[in-house]
């Protein structure tokens, strides 16, 4: 059984080996004791490869990509790794904490309701639209940009096999329902198909989710590299079939073919549409005119907590394992961050001013599925600060 799980933040390059893929490399669980044992030891470098001699040339990958380090004769972690321990800090510090974020964008909820209001779609509710507004595209994506551009986080770095940086987590019993930081996205076609929501539940009713589980297999032994070339061909045909169809839901002028009628269904019975209305949040262009100032709201207010809390955070975790390892702070709190803002969500949820996805009705427990135009990601919501 896996005793940690391993995540990235950035992208992996698509041709990249599994030698540099740290979610294929560091999933074995053999090389995740190693990556353990330098956590809890600090050993050196002989002893480790002494007591891990049956993996000697996966210890010499952790080194190449810089997942482990050594200095003064002691091998240390190069990434962010909480333990169990740490964790149990973490989750109170971050509840406290984000539950103060959180309060302080309720504290200006007429003035979001009132831009709220301007979305001009009525097939999904505002608290809808609000829960992938504000939790997904500003404390999410939007604010891991502010952040850095502010020095408060580093950047994904660039490694051998993309632009990430990676983290892993002791596996442990936490209740992470309604805790929101995951957000799944992929382009099909120009629209960016995204489920966002937390991770205690299975996203089986939401792309980009559906088609990451391989939908298009082909059997020992007749998989081979053809095979998965003309899946994978399929695949993309498929994906602008799906995009076809939304935009149709949203009112555009498509050309609507067999397939196309065929994922129009599909949608439906997956509850992206109802009566030929979607029944998701979509952005387009016109919705810059309420998201820039959305944005500048709370992103401020975003500011104005670290400002005050930043710090604070910095010394409750000084004797975490990734800072007693010496890993940049600001690499640490790429990590730290997504607690944040992921239990903050789940207060701005309890407190009405986003989608509760555990209400009774919800179609779609612990996650919302969403749409948005591709070049709405690559508008700058509000002024450089």
Request: charged share 25%.
């Given at each position: 059984m896996?005793?940690?799980?391993?995540?990235?933040c950035?992208?992996v390059l698509?041709?990249?080996?599994?030698e540099?893929?740290?979610?294929?490399?560091?999933?074995?669980?053999?090389?995740?004791?190693?990556?353990?044992?330098?956590?809890?030891?600090?050993?050196?470098?002989d002893?480790?490869?002494r007591?891990f001699?049956?993996?000697?040339?996966?210890?010499?990958?952790?080194?190449?990509?810089?997942?482990?380090?050594?200095?003064?004769?002691?091998?240390?972690?190069?990434?962010?790794?909480?333990?169990?321990?740490d964790?149990?800090?973490?989750?109170?510090?971050?509840?406290?904490?984000?539950?103060?974020?959180?309060?302080?964008?309720c504290?200006?909820?007429?003035e979001?309701?009132?831009?709220?209001?301007?979305?001009?779609?009525?097939?999904a509710?505002?608290?809808?639209v609000?829960?992938?507004?504000?939790?997904?595209?500003?404390?999410?994506?939007?604010?891991?940009?502010?952040?850095?551009?502010w020095?408060?986080?580093?950047?994904?770095?660039?490694?051998?096999?993309?632009?990430?940086?990676?983290n892993?987590?002791?596996?442990?019993?936490?209740d992470?329902?309604?805790?929101?930081?995951?957000?799944h996205?992929?382009?099909?076609?120009?629209?960016?198909?995204v489920?966002?929501?937390?991770?205690?539940?299975?996203?089986t009713?939401?792309?980009?989710?559906?088609?990451?589980?391989?939908?298009f297999?082909v059997?020992?032994?007749?998989d081979?590299p053809?095979?998965?070339?003309?899946?994978?061909?399929?695949?993309?045909?498929?994906?602008?079939?799906?995009?076809?169809?939304?935009?149709f839901?949203?009112?555009?002028?498509v050309?609507?073919?067999?397939?196309?009628?065929?994922c129009k269904?599909?949608?439906?019975?997956?509850?992206?549409?109802?009566?030929?209305t979607?029944?998701?949040?979509?952005?387009?262009?016109?919705?810059?005119?309420?998201?820039?100032?959305?944005?500048?709201?709370?992103?401020?207010?975003?500011?104005?907590?670290?400002?005050?809390h930043?710090?604070?955070?910095k010394?409750?975790?000084?004797?975490?394992?990734?800072v007693?390892?010496?890993?940049?702070?600001?690499?640490?709190?790429?990590?730290?961050?997504?607690?944040v803002?992921?239990?903050?969500?789940?207060?701005?949820?309890?407190?009405?001013?986003?989608?509760?996805?555990?209400q009774?009705g919800?179609?779609?427990?612990?996650?919302?599925?969403?749409?948005?135009?591709?070049?709405?990601?690559?508008?700058r919501?509000?002024?450089?600060?």
């Amino acid at each position: 059984m896996s005793i940690l799980h391993v995540a990235i933040c950035g992208n992996v390059l698509p041709q990249a080996r599994d030698e540099d893929n740290p979610c294929v490399y560091l999933r074995d669980q053999r090389t995740q004791e190693a990556v353990m044992y330098v956590a809890r030891h600090f050993p050196k470098r002989d002893e480790l490869y002494r007591r891990f001699a049956d993996i000697a040339p996966r210890i010499d990958n952790l080194f190449r990509t810089g997942v482990l380090r050594e200095e003064e004769h002691s091998v240390f972690l190069n990434f962010t790794l909480f333990t169990r321990e740490d964790h149990l800090i973490l989750y109170d510090v971050a509840g406290r904490w984000g539950y103060n974020l959180a309060r302080a964008i309720c504290g200006r909820e007429h003035e979001l309701r009132n831009l709220l209001a301007m979305y001009h779609r009525t097939g999904a509710s505002l608290e809808k639209v609000a829960f992938i507004a504000i939790g997904f595209l500003l404390l999410d994506w939007r604010s891991l940009e502010k952040l850095t551009q502010w020095g408060y986080m580093c950047p994904a770095k660039q490694q051998t096999g993309g632009t990430f940086t990676v983290n892993a987590e002791e596996t442990i019993d936490l209740d992470l329902k309604a805790v929101y930081w995951g957000g799944h996205t992929d382009v099909y076609d120009g629209l960016v198909f995204v489920s966002f929501g937390d991770h205690a539940c299975r996203r089986t009713a939401a792309f980009p989710d559906i088609l990451w589980n391989e939908p298009f297999t082909v059997k020992a032994p007749f998989d081979c590299p053809e095979a998965r070339g003309v899946l994978s061909a399929y695949l993309g045909t498929l994906k602008r079939d799906l995009a076809q169809a939304l935009r149709f839901f949203a009112g555009e002028q498509v050309g609507v073919s067999a397939p196309v009628e065929a994922c129009k269904r599909w949608l439906e019975r997956l509850g992206y549409a109802q009566n030929g209305t979607l029944t998701v949040p979509y952005f387009d262009e016109e919705d810059r005119a309420w998201l820039e100032p959305l944005s500048q709201m709370v992103l401020g207010e975003v500011r104005a907590w670290l400002e005050e809390h930043y710090s604070k955070l910095k010394q409750a975790l000084a004797q975490s394992t990734p800072v007693r390892h010496g890993v940049d702070y600001t690499e640490v709190f790429r990590v730290v961050w997504h607690w944040v803002f992921g239990m903050a969500n789940r207060s701005l949820a309890q407190m009405g001013i986003i989608y509760d996805t555990y209400q009774s009705g919800s179609l779609t427990p612990g996650y919302l599925p969403a749409v948005i135009k591709q070049e709405l990601f690559g508008s700058r919501f509000e002024p450089d600060n």
